[in-house]
């Protein structure tokens, strides 16, 4: 990882004060200046016709002091210009970009306020957000944050639907602090057609192109306090996220593909030469060079473009039994490689004509059975930047009998199959993975089961259950944020294993609270781990409780 680096920002001299007559004066004091960390810039699409539209900036000033002097730089996509500028003075082209000034009779920006001018501008179909803005030289969205204090990767889900059910949000990751304590964000999920193409659509089963980038996210859920235009290109989740990206412009964002439910058609994408090659190309030009498909009045060429920063693939699984509607082959295992390698080219290729580099990683299964019948990691570990390896759903309601779901260790009491991160992880490790390229999954939420007797120890464990135990979501399964909040159930731990769970008599959840992510975590460093991946963000409480337990731990 490169070190992380906060930009400098300069000061705004503040406007001269008028001292009082020497001999009454007393001893001068300074005006107060405005930083320019406490301003900031926002601006919407207000309106949109054919190749014109109308746009509306607002200079914020959080500082104590008025700000009489300001200078606004930017330049527009490409496509658009200004045609005319209202409550301000503008200089400049298209070609050479703009700078916009407080008009002739002035434009204080008063203390805690803020200013607001707009114009009219004309467009190609493309998007109009500003570009390389900036305020008296410092960074329109504020002061840009580095990003994590520390070196290892901090990898979050963040779901697609998660807006939707959960009421989390982009601006969510700022307000609980956790965008600060991630290098990573996998935007979950990307689909795969019967066609062998990634592709988007607002059928429930198969896409929602709403959420991700045709719904107008309102002032009060966006990440800069600016709504989204309805007229503009790109909304939803994806503008958040470029929005993010201005604060935390460190942060490395990728779409992941598949998943439990959309890996039905990756045996047949990947089954050719020319399969692997349409498959991988409609990915790059669909995320990568971002031309999305004009869904409701939203998507165009290139209207994604800078958003995602790399692929990460969660085929589950190539070679062996996923969920029950996927197709499964013998030959996955080679195809899985040849399609890594069809990836990386296309990646490779992308990064010299844009000169970026496209990160490749993959979400890579707990137990050796499915390495095996899977993957060849010799081949396919030289491109990857990394692999994130399930650390979670060890066991679950689909067993009968309660179990620890993410345990470190080999649980000596278990008496039924023994699984755990220890096992998994060194099944990487004799098939030459290097450990550093290993980022450890871990879960933000709990598995459950009701109908449960105490058992010997009364405590619930390894005992059998009637059933799984209702959730607010799914039976059988609990956000952690929820989990906290349960009265009448009794904490267990058992430290060497890095497990928690809770059990009131009846039912019994095993979970990871902030112990439990501050041991997994120690444990992934102690063993010279990548780093530490989260499933899903969402799961955790307003104040981030579970990704500040596992920054401390990266950070030690």
């Given at each position: ?214 719904r107008v996210v309102p002032a009060s859920e ?170 979670y759903d060890y066991h679950g309601t689909w ?158």
């Amino acid at each position: 990882m490169s070190a992380r680096r906060l930009r400098k920002t300069l000061a705004v001299p503040a406007a001269v004060v008028l001292a009082a007559p020497l001999a009454l004066a007393a001893p001068p004091v300074a005006a107060e200046t405005v930083d320019t960390g406490d301003l900031t810039v926002t601006y919407v699409e207000s309106a949109r016709w054919n190749t014109g539209y109308s746009g509306e900036i607002t200079v914020h000033n959080a500082s104590g002091a008025d700000l009489t002097d300001w200078t606004l730089e930017f330049e527009l996509p490409e496509g658009g210009r200004v045609h005319e500028l209202w409550n301000a003075t503008v200089e400049g082209t298209a070609e050479e970009g703009y700078t916009v000034t407080p008009p002739r009779w002035g434009a204080v920006v008063p203390a805690g306020g803020s200013y607001v001018f707009g114009f009219n501008g004309v467009h190609e179909g493309g998007n109009t957000h500003l570009l390389d803005c900036s305020i008296n030289g410092a960074n329109c969205a504020g002061t840009p944050s580095q990003g994590p204090e520390h070196d290892e990767l901090s990898v979050a889900y963040f779901t697609q639907w998660g807006v939707k059910e959960r009421d989390y949000h982009v601006r969510d990751l700022i307000d609980s602090g956790s965008a600060d304590k991630l290098t990573h964000i996998n935007y979950a999920f990307g689909n795969v057609g019967s066609d062998g193409e990634c592709f988007m659509t607002n059928d429930p089963e198969d896409g929602d192109a709403l959420a991700d980038y045709g719904r107008v996210v309102p002032a009060s859920e966006s990440v800069d306090g600016a709504p989204d235009g309805p007229g503009q290109p790109l909304r939803g989740n994806f503008n958040q996220l470029r929005k993010l990206k201005e604060l935390y412009p460190e942060l490395v964002v990728s779409i992941s593909l598949g998943g439990w439910n959309w890996s039905e058609h990756f045996s047949d994408a990947a089954l050719t030469p020319e399969s692997r090659e349409r498959m991988v190309s409609s990915c790059v030009d669909l995320y990568l060079r971002g031309d999305l498909p004009v869904i409701d009045g939203a998507g165009g060429e290139g209207a994604a473009y800078g958003i995602f920063d790399g692929i990460d693939l969660d085929w589950e699984w190539p070679g062996s039994e996923g969920n029950p509607h996927n197709t499964v082959r013998p030959e996955d295992r080679e195809n899985f490689t040849a399609l890594v390698r069809e990836f990386r080219e296309q990646l490779d290729a992308l990064g010299e004509e844009t000169g970026r580099h496209f990160e490749l990683s993959s979400f890579m299964p707990a137990g050796a059975w499915r390495l095996d019948s899977g993957y060849e990691l010799d081949e396919i570990m030289p491109d990857f930047d990394f692999i994130t390896v399930q650390g979670y759903d060890y066991h679950g309601t689909w067993e009968t009998t309660t179990n620890h779901q993410s345990n470190l260790l080999p649980d000596p009491n278990d008496p039924g199959e023994v699984i755990s991160t220890l096992t998994n992880v060194e099944a990487y490790l004799e098939r030459g993975v290097d450990p550093e390229k290993i980022v450890l999954g871990v879960p933000f939420y709990g598995q459950g089961w009701t109908g449960v007797e105490p058992g010997p120890a009364g405590d619930g464990l390894f005992q059998s259950a009637s059933g799984p135990a209702p959730g607010l979501y799914a039976d059988g399964t609990e956000d952690w944020k929820a989990l906290k909040e349960l009265s009448g159930f009794e904490v267990h731990r058992d430290d060497d294993l890095g497990t928690a769970w809770l059990y009131d008599g009846e039912t019994f959840w095993t979970y990871d609270d902030e112990i439990a992510m501050d041991q997994k975590t120690t444990w992934a460093m102690d063993n010279g781990l990548g780093g530490v991946m989260i499933w899903s963000i969402d799961g955790d409480d307003a104040d981030g409780n579970l990704i500040t337990a596992i920054d401390a731990a990266l950070g030690r």
